[in-house]
């Protein structure tokens, strides 16, 4: 069974830094594209980041040139550093093995003065 962790979340100023973490079993890691979703409160959840299984990247517009996606397939990890943070990507996010239709918990991101 897929399971995905996410980690490194917490509360951090405007224009702070966080890098979450992911790490995923029950799939052949290197295999899978995984995505980096995030919801707000009252909001649908969103697409912001996603790495296919030859580290191409893509993004959504409002993240470009401040979040980067990464992985590990060594640590079945995908990461998510985050700089340069404004009060607008607060929010739960998660991580996904894309098509597979499972998410983990979540690690909450708050940017607050």
């Known amino acids: 069974q897929v399971q995905c962790v996410e980690s490194g979340g917490g509360q951090v100023q405007p224009g702070g830094s966080l890098r979450l973490s992911c790490v995923v079993s029950?799939?052949?890691?290197?295999?899978?594209?995984m995505d980096w979703y995030r919801q707000a409160p009252g909001k649908q959840r969103e697409l912001v980041a996603g790495?296919?299984?030859?580290?191409?990247?893509e993004y959504t517009n409002s993240v470009k040139g401040r979040f980067t996606i990464s992985r590990d397939n060594a640590k079945n990890t995908v990461y998510l550093q985050m700089n340069s943070l404004k009060p607008e990507d607060t929010a739960t996010y998660y991580c996904?093995?894309?098509?597979?239709?499972?998410w983990g918990q979540g690690t909450q991101v708050t940017v607050s003065s």
């Open positions: 790495i296919t299984s030859d580290s191409t990247t």
């Open positions: 029950g799939i052949t890691f290197s295999r899978y594209a």
């Open positions: 996904s093995a894309r098509y597979t239709g499972h």
